[in-house]
T-cell receptor, first 111, second 109 residues
């Protein structure tokens, strides 16, 4: 049982480059989330999707876009990476918008 | 004022003692409260949830909620070195889950 799978685990970008973080869950959950975690800042919600076909902004959406491709997959795109986007990114899914199951995280560095 | 506040620590507790982790929240309409544990370099995992005032026990863990004081705590009895981790408090209100910044706990053998 894979749970929530994120790729890649590590990524280094140059300022201005673009990339997409992939996330897939096999638990048939309706809700999916993207968080970033920075030292001293805790987990901050970037975007979430309550169901297939819907997405909503979270606390820190600027500089990001998302796609809920189907019930399983929720991707996060950085169109023009900035050093301020250096962070650890977590994807999560939930059956009830309360208990979250997290992926293993992506450590992103933007130089 | 932050919506969910925790002391960042580090909190050091001798092995076998009780570790007490605290969290306060600002939104009075919050209904659901959670504790996540995060080992260094790993993702958070849910260890406790509590919805009503009082205590909820699960093994060595006890969550305590006081809605009047807007306060939720986590007690870990008989602390073990494997309990060394960062503990994140999360509060659900208005369909939004907000995390605190976490308290780093170290259990000293």
């Amino acid at each position: 049982n894979a749970g929530v799978t994120q790729t890649p685990k590590f990524q280094v970008l140059k300022t201005g480059q673009s990339m997409t973080l992939q996330c897939a869950q096999d638990m048939n959950h309706n809700s999916m989330y993207w968080y970033r975690q920075d030292p001293g800042m805790g987990l901050r919600l970037i975007y979430y999707s309550a169901s297939e076909g819907t997405t909503d902004k979270g606390e820190v959406p600027n500089g990001y876009n998302v796609s809920r491709l189907n019930k399983r997959e929720f991707s996060l795109r950085l169109e023009s990476a900035a050093p301020s986007q250096t962070s650890v990114y977590f994807c999560a899914s939930s059956p009830n918008n309360e208990k979250l199951f997290f992926g293993s995280g992506t450590q992103l560095s933007v130089l | 004022q932050k919506e969910v506040e925790q002391n960042s620590g580090p909190l050091s507790v001798p092995e076998g003692a009780i570790a007490s982790l605290n969290c306060t929240y600002s939104d009075r309409v919050s209904q659901s409260f959670f504790w996540y544990r995060q080992y260094s370099g790993k993702s958070p995992e849910l260890i406790m949830s509590i919805y009503s005032n009082g205590d909820k026990e699960d093994g060595r863990f006890t969550a305590q909620l006081n809605k009047a004081s807007q306060y939720v705590s986590l007690l870990i009895r008989d602390s073990q070195p494997s309990d060394s981790a960062t503990y994140l408090c999360a509060v659900m209100g208005n369909e939004k889950l907000t995390f605190g910044t976490g308290t780093r706990l170290t259990i000293i053998p």
